[in-house]
């Protein structure tokens, strides 16, 4: 009996560690292979599947304007658009400018973190120009992600992004769920060995 008191809060300390370790090993696996460096993360990779344009990188130097055109099909539906400063770094800024070809504007952003998305209102089938100005002091490669009628599309519930974030809510439930039992098993164990350190005073 006294062995099995002995033992429950290794037990117990086990099963926490264990889930621990499944916990970070789902972690890890839900990192795409094909980012092997910090500096190689991108929106693009990331979000595969949830855009319907994503532009290759585009490379913009310091006071310099790059241009990029996206035709809009949809009728009476918000167009949500990204871009991404790669291998983002403190100073880095960028101020985009929206018009069609008929000159009518669509608003004017600033941006000085790594990603800026917006959403758009298109009343009808146009076609966007984004003029983007590298305000920055180095030359930054920029990458833009266009997505018309989100809130409609079934294709960000179905993106590897959406059941990433799945994956790391069921790895982070199970982080902290292993911490706790192996707090209780460390705690069992504290109490047994006083209980049986008492015991054998008793004698």
Known sequence: MI?????????????????????????????PSN???PND????IMFEGMFDEITNEIQIMPGELAY????????????????????????DALSINISNIFGDHYGKFVMSEPILFEA????????????????GPRNVDVVVMFSEDPE???????SPM???????????FLLIL?????????????????NNSENKRNY
């Open 3 to 31: 062995f099995e008191m002995k033992k429950r809060g290794l037990v117990i300390t086990i099963v926490g560690l264990v889930l621990v370790g499944i916990s970070l090993s789902i972690a890890v696996s839900t990192i």
């Open 68 to 91: 990029v055109s996206y035709d809009a099909s949809s009728y009476d539906a918000p167009l949500l658009w990204g871009i991404q400063i790669i291998d983002y770094k403190s100073g």
């Open 41 to 44: 993360f991108s929106m693009a």
């Open 120 to 135: 758009l209102e298109i009343e009808q089938s146009d076609t966007l120009s984004f003029e983007i100005k590298n305000d």
């Open 35 to 37: 980012i092997s460096d």
């Open 178 to 194: 292993g911490i706790i039992i192996s707090i209780i098993g460390v705690f069992v164990i504290l109490v047994d060995l006083k």
């Open 162 to 172: 959406m059941n990433m974030m799945v994956s790391l809510v069921i790895s982070g």
């Open 152 to 158: 409609n599309s079934d294709v960000f519930s179905d």
